[in-house]
């Protein structure tokens, strides 16, 4: 057997085993340090993605087609119950169509059969009734209107003709009325262009392709030019307008549709980006000096006007932070705030004042102050690693109260001057139709496609806001006559 040598390690002093254990202690701490450091970062990750997979369109700015058809978000309205059943009420007093003075068609119900004694009633004499009824009904028909011309030869040996109307340029043509059906169904019904040209065949009798329908639609924004300019110059002179955004797909690329608009006033504009570029590009707010209600979004707050923000957003927000942080009351708080805040503007308007007390106005103010001074303590800044100057992304409840604290007058406008709404409804109202033409179309194929329904749709939608007729003035529209809407 081979002989067992001595061991030559000698054992260790106590100062070297004592420095050994620091250093593997130091060892160990910096990796319980690494490992804390990424459990934190998978929880904010974690946190973040749990965040993002609850947003529905009641707690963010997703619209409800987003929202998953087997898992619907509850309701959540803001309003109170009024305690009385949905419809019509007791009492409530009826609305019944009138009888037309001058019908179109009138038809003498004539006696018919026999009397019980055996006498034909069919030649009695008789005298009409009191009684009338009526039966409304629609009957669409093309009318086609032929123009012939004459030629004759005066005394003296000289030959004339006569001319055509004016618009009357070709051999055959489509009138005014078509097109104007033709523009309202596309641009304000928001048809496609197929199933318009075979909604006019089965009416109508009138053959249209979608490339004429596409024309048709571009030639009335020609014509509407010059009245779109002018609302949008008015509207700059307005002392409120609301400002919005949306994405609008425009062949394979993704350009910005843009809205300025009043309760009576609408200009779209389309442009290939979304910010500070495009307001200055499309050339209106780089003028406006009113008061601009909008959704908080940066671009906007480089404008030189006074800015309002929409607080219907700041509700959803504040209820995503109810839902991340269950046991926290300061959102609750400031959403009740709000909407009392709301109710108390709505009935100064109502009552005719001007302004609100100033004790009202401190009182809701400080109020505010305390919520969010509260919210800031649940929700502090993150701060970055030592050392680095890295910027540390932030919890959307962080986000949230920071911007709301910055921008208390912007969010609170409503509260100083009655003239602000408390939301941003106006604008995002005038961006639903457009949507639903895209939703329903796909995409516009050109730009000049695109250009021509924002034109279209910003006179249609100004009508409209005016109650007026927008058929008949399509009609007018192409007889050369647009009537042009009220700007004050």
């Known amino acids: 057997m081979p002989e067992l040598l001595p061991t030559t390690d000698s054992p260790e002093t106590p100062d070297a085993e004592l420095s050994r254990l620091r250093a593997e202690n130091a060892a160990l701490c910096a990796t319980v340090a690494e490992q804390a450091g990424r459990i934190?970062?998978?929880?904010?990750?974690?946190?973040?993605?749990?965040?993002?997979?609850?947003?529905?369109?009641?707690?963010?700015?997703?619209?409800?087609?987003?929202?998953?058809?087997?898992?619907?978000?509850?309701?959540?309205?803001?309003?109170?119950?009024?305690?009385?059943?949905?419809?019509?009420?007791?009492?409530?007093?009826?609305?019944?169509?009138?009888?037309?003075?001058?019908?179109?068609?009138?038809?003498?119900v004539p006696l018919t059969g026999a009397c019980s004694c055996g006498r034909d009633l069919a030649g009695l004499d008789v005298?009409?009734?009191?009684?009338?009824?009526?039966?409304?009904?629609?009957?669409?028909?093309?009318?086609?209107?032929?123009?012939?011309?004459?030629?004759?030869?005066?005394?003296?040996g000289q030959g004339h003709?006569?001319?055509?109307?004016?618009?009357?340029?070709?051999?055959?043509?489509?009138?005014?009325?078509?097109?104007?059906?033709?523009?309202?169904?596309?641009?304000?019904?928001?048809?496609?262009?197929?199933?318009?040209?075979?909604?006019?065949?089965?009416?109508?009798?009138?053959?249209?392709?979608?490339?004429?329908l596409v024309a048709m639609g571009r030639e009335a924004a020609a014509r509407l030019a010059a009245p779109v300019a002018q609302i949008g110059q008015a509207?700059?002179?307005?002392?409120?307008?609301?400002a919005d955004e949306t994405g609008m797909r425009v062949g394979t690329a993704?350009?910005?549709?843009?809205?300025?608009?009043t309760a009576t006033l609408t200009f779209y504009a389309v442009h290939a980006k979304r910010g500070r570029e495009a307001l200055l590009?499309?050339?209106?707010?780089?003028?406006?000096?009113?008061?601009?209600?909008?959704?908080?979004?940066?671009?906007?707050?480089?404008?030189?006007?006074?800015?309002?923000?929409?607080?219907?957003?700041h509700l959803r927000e504040l209820i995503a932070v109810t839902e991340t942080y269950p046991g926290l009351a300061w959102p609750q708080r400031l959403i009740d705030l709000l909407l009392e805040a709301n109710q108390v503007t709505q009935a100064a308007r109502d009552a005719g004042l001007r302004a609100l007390s100033p004790a009202t106005i401190a009182e809701l103010f400080r109020r505010y102050d305390a919520i969010l001074a509260e919210g800031a303590r649940y929700h502090p800044r993150r701060p970055g690693p030592p050392g680095s100057r890295r910027r540390v992304k932030?919890?959307?409840?962080?986000?949230?109260?920071?911007?709301?604290?910055?921008?208390?007058?912007?969010?609170?406008?409503?509260?100083?001057?009655?003239?602000?709404?408390?939301?941003?409804?106006?604008?995002?109202?005038?961006?639903?139709?457009?949507?639903?033409k895209q939703k329903v179309s796909g995409c516009f194929r050109s730009e000049?496609?695109?250009?021509?329904?924002?034109?279209?749709?910003?006179?249609?939608?100004?009508?409209?806001?005016?109650?007026?007729?927008?058929?008949?003035?399509?009609?007018?529209?192409?007889?050369?006559?647009?009537?042009?809407?009220?700007?004050?």
């Open 40 to 108: 934190a970062q998978i929880q904010q990750r974690v946190e973040e993605l749990e965040a993002r997979l609850a947003k529905n369109s009641r707690n963010s700015s997703k619209p409800p087609s987003t929202d998953p058809p087997f898992k619907k978000p509850p309701p959540r309205s803001q309003r109170q119950s009024s305690g009385r059943k949905p419809g019509g009420q007791k009492d409530h007093p009826g609305v019944t169509r009138e009888l037309v003075d001058h019908p179109e068609q009138t038809v003498v």
């Open 127 to 156: 005298e009409a009734l009191p009684e009338r009824r009526q039966v409304i009904d629609l009957v669409i028909r093309r009318e086609v209107t032929e123009y012939r011309t004459v030629a004759g030869v005066c005394a003296c």
């Open 161 to 212: 003709r006569s001319a055509f109307p004016a618009g009357v340029a070709a051999p055959v043509q489509y009138g005014p009325g078509v097109s104007a059906f033709a523009v309202y169904l596309t641009h304000y019904q928001l048809l496609p262009y197929q199933r318009t040209a075979q909604l006019l065949t089965a009416l109508a009798g009138i053959a249209l392709s979608p490339g004429t």
């Open 235 to 242: 509207l700059v002179a307005q002392v409120v307008a609301h």
């Open 254 to 261: 993704l350009q910005w549709l843009h809205v300025l608009c």
């Open 281 to 313: 590009a499309i050339g209106l707010l780089a003028n406006f000096r009113g008061i601009l209600v909008h959704d908080h979004w940066a671009a906007y707050l480089g404008l030189d006007c006074l800015h309002a923000f929409c607080n219907a957003h």
């Open 394 to 436: 932030q919890t959307p409840a962080h986000n949230l109260v920071t911007r709301l604290q910055d921008h208390r007058d912007e969010v609170m406008r409503f509260v100083t001057d009655l003239r602000v709404p408390f939301d941003n409804n106006v604008g995002e109202r005038d961006m639903r139709m457009p949507k639903l």
């Open 448 to 488: 000049a496609g695109a250009h021509a329904f924002a034109t279209v749709r910003s006179y249609l939608s100004t009508l409209h806001k005016q109650s007026a007729d927008v058929y008949q003035a399509l009609v007018l529209t192409f007889q050369g006559q647009p009537p042009m809407p009220r700007l004050a």
